[in-house]
């Protein structure tokens, strides 16, 4: 089934102003943006809602973050305030200006064109759809994401080959997992994107990373149980060094098959959601994140969490905010993808500190 399928949020038209305009948000200036309520009218939309998701795109298509709306007002335009008109990030100093640049856009060829109106003018009486929101999280670039996901599958299987056989069969913080179970798991979530591939693109629109991990029937007791049992038996059928071998040689041809696939196409997940590529490999760099935490921790070994797949992570679970969350001061990367994910209980400040940060919480089996 389709959950919370995300719409595209496309500021201006493909070209210099929307460069400048994503910039602007991907840089934390812009914060605010203003359409007109003909323009939702004219495009059969709906209006936005606090609390909607949708994907920032770029003037190529891609996407590149995922917006969160925080606040919708509908205000004629000569009532349009300074601080909206600042929060836009465009530089403009006065509603004055802000009001003149718009204007500019709303009036410009492009834009009359669009809607069939060779005429087309606004005045102060014109409603305006004054939105603010924030950046949940960001969408990296495709070839990040593959080299997260390079490096952590490296880690991985230097770290299990390292370890002496027996300590494969310790138990896990996931009982009934020992080392090899939860390995396996891993293994089984990464081996996805193949089949994936080998299947048709599904029709969209696609759900973001964030909402793979929301909390419904995907993450329910009976699908945990699945999981479990699925991992126990797939480890249960190989030896420990047939296992790691196989998924060494997995990684490297996912890795290759991604890396020849646009980011942009659909792909159907386990749960019947459609997924850009892009974002699925995103969840599976955490799935080998989190999960490689777990099983450092059950074999008594120093996390090997790798700067690439720690980036991807943060990105995913704190936006804009992600550098600052990597600098929790007391609290290194791995520390903090423990606490972000539920593998090191909260406190009460830690948890209001996450929130400050804008933390996006994620449902783990």
Same mark, same amino acid.
């Given at each position: 089934?389709?959950?919370?399928? %995300?719409?595209?949020?496309?500021?201006?038209?493909?070209?210099?102003?929307?460069?400048?305009?994503?910039?602007?948000?991907? /840089?934390?200036?812009?914060?605010?943006?203003?359409?007109?309520?003909?323009?939702?009218?004219?495009?059969?939309?709906?209006?936005?809602?606090?609390?909607?998701?949708?994907?920032?795109?770029?003037?190529?298509?891609?996407?590149?973050?995922?917006?969160?709306?925080?606040?919708?007002?509908?205000?004629?335009?000569?009532?349009? /305030? %300074?601080?909206?008109?600042?929060?836009?990030?465009?530089?403009?100093?006065?509603?004055?200006?802000?009001?003149?640049?718009?204007?500019?856009?709303?009036?410009?060829?492009?834009?009359?064109?669009?809607?069939?109106?060779?005429?087309?003018?606004?005045?102060?009486?014109?409603?305006?759809?004054?939105?603010?929101?924030?950046?949940?999280?960001?969408?990296?670039?495709?070839?990040?994401?593959?080299?997260?996901?390079?490096?952590?599958?490296?880690?991985?299987?230097?770290?299990?080959?390292?370890?002496?056989?027996? /300590?494969?069969?310790?138990?896990?913080?996931?009982?009934?997992?020992?080392?090899?179970?939860?390995?396996?798991?891993?293994?089984?979530?990464?081996?996805?994107?193949?089949?994936? +591939?080998?299947?048709?693109?599904?029709?969209?629109?696609?759900? /973001?990373?964030?909402?793979?991990?929301?909390?419904?029937?995907?993450?329910?007791?009976?699908?945990?149980?699945?999981?479990?049992?699925?991992?126990?038996?797939?480890?249960?059928?190989?030896?420990?060094?047939?296992?790691?071998?196989?998924?060494?040689?997995?990684?490297?041809?996912?890795?290759?098959?991604?890396?020849?696939?646009?980011?942009?196409? %659909?792909?159907?997940?386990?749960?019947?959601?459609?997924?850009?590529?892009?974002?699925?490999?995103?969840?599976?760099?955490?799935?080998?994140?989190?999960?490689? +935490?777990?099983?450092?921790?059950?074999?008594?070994?120093?996390?090997?969490?790798?700067?690439?797949?720690?980036?991807?992570?943060?990105?995913?679970?704190?936006?804009?905010?992600?550098?600052?969350?990597?600098?929790?001061?007391?609290?290194?990367?791995?520390?903090?993808?423990?606490?972000?994910?539920?593998?090191?209980?909260?406190?009460?400040?830690?948890?209001?500190?996450?929130?400050? +940060?804008?933390?996006?919480?994620?449902?783990?089996?």
């Amino acid at each position: 089934m389709v959950y919370d399928a %995300l719409s595209d949020y496309e500021l201006g038209f493909p070209g210099p102003l929307r460069d400048k305009l994503v910039a602007a948000v991907l /840089d934390g200036r812009k914060t605010s943006s203003t359409g007109l309520l003909l323009g939702y009218e004219f495009d059969a939309e709906p209006l936005p809602v606090p609390g909607q998701r949708s994907t920032l795109i770029d003037s190529d298509g891609q996407p590149v973050a995922i917006l969160e709306v925080t606040e919708v007002r509908q205000v004629p335009l000569g009532e349009i /305030d %300074l601080a909206h008109a600042i929060d836009e990030g465009e530089g403009h100093h006065s509603v004055a200006e802000w009001r003149a640049g718009h204007e500019g856009f709303w009036h410009s060829a492009e834009m009359r064109g669009y809607l069939g109106q060779p005429d087309f003018t606004v005045d102060d009486g014109t409603v305006a759809v004054a939105e603010r929101f924030r950046v949940a999280s960001l969408v990296p670039d495709a070839a990040v994401v593959g080299a997260a996901v390079a490096a952590e599958s490296a880690a991985l299987v230097a770290a299990l080959r390292a370890a002496p056989v027996a /300590d494969l069969d310790r138990p896990t913080c996931c009982p009934p997992w020992t080392v090899r179970g939860e390995f396996a798991h891993a293994a089984i979530a990464l081996s996805r994107t193949l089949e994936m +591939l080998d299947a048709p693109a599904p029709p969209g629109p696609p759900i /973001d990373a964030a909402r793979y991990y929301s909390p419904d029937e995907r993450f329910s007791p009976p699908a945990d149980r699945q999981r479990v049992d699925t991992a126990q038996e797939f480890a249960e059928q190989r030896t420990p060094a047939v296992l790691i071998d196989w998924f060494e040689q997995l990684a490297a041809q996912v890795v290759a098959r991604v890396a020849g696939t646009p980011g942009s196409r %659909l792909v159907t997940t386990r749960h019947g959601d459609p997924m850009r590529l892009t974002d699925f490999q995103v969840t599976r760099v955490v799935e080998l994140a989190v999960h490689g +935490l777990d099983l450092a921790d059950a074999l008594g070994v120093a996390p090997w969490l790798t700067p690439q797949a720690a980036g991807v992570v943060e990105g995913l679970l704190f936006g804009l905010s992600a550098p600052r969350a990597a600098r929790e001061p007391g609290v290194d990367r791995a520390a903090l993808l423990r606490r972000a994910t539920g593998r090191t209980a909260l406190s009460a400040a830690e948890h209001t500190r996450l929130q400050k +940060l804008g933390i996006t919480w994620l449902t783990l089996g």
